[in-house]
């Protein structure tokens, strides 16, 4: 049997095409009148009257903006936030250190919140198109979560990511 568990911040699905409205209470993605991809619509006068900015003791990843993320239960490699550094060659810009990320992709914090939607809706086998880091991400996100993967890369994937997504399972 499933738990659903309260998603109160999200009001409904939307399609981004024609904007019919579906309720969140299934793993719905895509719109029932047109097939165009539903986007995530929050309930936004509730999040601004209960939910408080994180402080600095509140965590680190994706999962101290609990407060605005749907209800479901955390998914974690231990993601990080990951610092902007100060461009040495070039002044003004800075780049982004997604390295300190389990995976040591950008995908890790997306994914693990998509993981735990997928968990939260009872889904247990997931699968992905990639070049190589996102089927990384995901393979690591779902083998914490106990979910299955098909992982399908190009043929010029690098060696790594391949090898990683096979380490996951």
């Given at each position: 049997?499933i ?5 109160s ?6 399609c981004?095409r024609c ?7 299934s793993?719905?993605?895509v ?5 165009d991809?539903?986007?995530v619509?929050y309930?936004?006068?509730e999040i ?10 509140s965590?680190?990843?994706?999962w101290?903006y609990?407060?605005v993320?749907p209800d479901f239960a955390?998914v974690?490699?231990g993601e990080v936030?990951?610092?902007l ?9 800075f780049v982004k250190?997604e ?7 950008m995908?890790?914090?997306g994914?693990a919140l998509?993981?735990a ?6 889904i247990?086998q997931l699968?992905?198109?990639s070049?190589?880091t996102?089927?990384?991400s995901?393979a ?7 979910l299955?993967?098909?992982?399908y890369?190009?043929q ?7 090898l990683e997504c096979?380490?996951?399972g």
């Open positions: 049997s738990t659903i568990v309260s998603i911040r999200i009001s409904s699905l939307e981004s904007h019919h409205r579906v309720v969140a209470d793993a719905s993605t719109c029932p009148a047109c097939s991809v539903l986007f619509r309930d936004m006068e601004k009257r209960s939910v408080q900015r994180p402080t600095g003791d965590g680190s990843g994706i101290r609990a407060g993320l955390p974690s490699l936030g990951t610092p550094l100060r461009s040495r060659q070039y002044s003004g810009l250190d390295g300190r990320n389990p995976t040591g992709s995908e890790d914090r994914m998509a993981v939607a997928a968990k939260h809706y009872g247990q699968s992905i198109a070049q190589g996102a089927a990384v995901l690591a996100c779902a083998a914490a979560a106990g299955g993967v098909h992982a890369l190009s010029d994937v690098s060696t790594v990511d391949h096979v380490a996951f």
